[in-house]
C-alpha cells in the first residue's frame, strides 16, 4: 500500500497516466475499447438500509414507493432490443417483504418471455439481505437466482470497503467482509462479476488503496479457471441533494485529475483484473476519453435508463453513436461487447 501511496500522491500526473497505459497495453493489447448497450431497471426503490449518499430510495411506507410489474419489464426490455441491447442491469433496494422465491420467479418469467436475455443482477448487499430473510449461505441464494436465470453479478454496494466508512455511509447495508464474502461464493460458482468504488466523501486515500488491495486479494484466491472480477469500475460519490450533503456538509469535491489519477493507480494495483472502466456518467465525456490514455480500456454502457446516481447530479448522456464517437475522437476503435467481454458485431454508426 506505501508504494501505491507513493505513486499516487508523488508522481506527476502525465507520468502516472503513461505508467497506467503502459499496464494497459500489457493486459490489454491493440487499440480497442469496449463498450456495451445495456438498460438500468430497478426493481424497487424501497430499501431499509438508508444510505446517506442515495437520494433514489424509500420507506416501504412511502406513497411514492413503487415495485416495477411484469408489463414494464417486458416493454422497457423491448425498448431496449430495439436499440441493440440484450442485458438487463436488475438492481433495486432491500425490500424487507421480497423475499428470494420474488426474485426467482421474476428471473424465471423474464427468461421464458425473452430467453436469450442476460440478466446482470443484484448485488452483494442484496445477496446479504436475502440470506439472512431466508437463513440460507450466500452460495445457495446465488445457486437459486442462477437456476432462475441470473447469468452475472454486479459489483454494486461496494462503495469503500473498510467498515469505518460504511457505518458512516449505509449503516444498515453489509459489511466490507460480508461484501466480499458474497463475491468469494460468487467466484466459487463461476459466476461472472464485477467490482466497484464510489469515492471523494468521507474516506481517505488510505482507505481507498485499502479497498483496492481487498479487491485484488480476493481476484487472487478465485478458483484456477473461474471468471472472478472481469471489471473494475471506480466512480466518484454524486451529492446534489444528498443527506451527507444537505446534513453534514460533505460534498464531492473529485475534480478531474482526481478521477484520473484513481484510474492509473487502479490500473497499477489491479494487475489481475483485466479491465479498467472509465466512468463517463459520473465524470463526463472529456475526464472518461483522457481516461483512456490513464489505463481503462472500457467505456461502459450507453445507459439507456439510469435512476440512482442521476437523481444526485449525475446527468451526463451518450447515445450509441456519441459513446463511440467519444471513443474514436480519444483515438482508439470501439468494440461492441457483452457482459463476458466478448465482442459482438457491430459497426461504427
Avoid at 423475499?99 to 428471473?107: A, E, K, P, V
Wanted: with cysteine.
Amino acid at each position: 500500500m506505501d508504494e501505491g501511496k507513493i505513486l499516487y500522491e508523488s508522481l506527476p500526473l502525465a507520468e502516472l497516466m503513461n505508467l497506467g497505459h503502459d499496464l494497459r497495453c500489457r493486459y490489454n493489447p491493440g487499440n480497442k475499447v469496449t463498450w456495451i448497450i445495456d438498460r438500468n431497471v430497478n426493481i424497487t426503490n424501497a430499501c431499509i438500509s438508508g444510505c446517506r449518499f442515495c437520494n433514489f430510495y424509500r420507506p416501504v411506507s412511502d406513497p411514492l414507493c413503487y415495485i416495477t410489474t411484469l408489463e414494464e419489464y417486458y416493454r422497457k426490455i423491448e425498448e431496449m432490443k430495439e436499440l441493440g441491447g440484450n442485458q438487463l442491469l436488475l438492481q433495486g433496494g432491500m425490500h424487507p417483504h421480497l423475499g428470494l422465491s420474488f426474485y426467482t420467479d421474476l428471473f424465471t418469467k423474464l427468461k421464458e418471455k425473452f430467453p436469450e436475455l442476460r440478466l446482470h443482477a443484484l448485488g452483494p448487499p442484496e445477496i446479504v439481505h436475502l440470506s439472512t430473510l431466508e437463513q440460507m449461505t450466500y452460495k445457495e441464494v446465488l445457486e437459486q437466482l442462477v437456476r432462475a436465470g441470473m447469468n452475472s453479478l454486479p459489483g454494486a454496494g461496494a462503495e469503500i470497503l473498510v467498515d469505518r466508512v460504511r457505518k458512516i455511509l449505509s449503516p444498515v447495508k453489509c459489511s466490507a467482509g460480508e461484501w466480499l464474502g458474497v463475491m468469494k461464493a460468487a467466484h466459487e460458482l463461476d459466476l461472472t462479476t464485477s467490482a466497484t468504488m464510489m469515492f471523494g466523501h468521507i474516506e481517505t486515500i488510505d482507505e481507498r488503496l485499502q479497498h483496492l488491495i481487498a479487491i485484488r486479494e480476493l481476484q487472487a484466491q478465485k478458483p484456477s479457471g473461474a471468471k472472478g472480477f472481469l471489471s473494475f469500475i471506480p466512480w466518484p460519490f454524486q451529492d446534489e441533494g444528498t443527506v451527507l450533503k444537505e446534513k453534514y456538509g460533505i460534498s464531492n469535491h473529485t475534480g478531474p485529475e482526481e478521477y484520473i489519477r484513481m484510474i492509473a493507480i487502479s490500473r497499477i494495483m489491479l494487475p489481475n483484473i483485466s479491465n479498467i472502466q472509465a466512468s463517463w456518467l459520473t465524470v463526463g465525456k472529456d475526464t472518461a476519453q483522457l481516461c483512456l490514455h490513464a489505463g481503462a480500456n472500457d467505456f461502459g454502457s450507453i445507459m439507456i435508463e439510469e435512476n440512482v446516481v442521476s437523481v444526485a447530479g449525475a446527468n451526463n448522456k451518450l447515445n450509441a453513436t456519441e459513446i463511440q464517437c467519444a471513443i474514436r475522437y480519444a483515438g482508439f476503435i470501439p468494440q461492441l461487447r457483452n457482459q463476458e467481454f466478448e465482442s459482438l458485431p457491430g459497426k461504427f454508426q
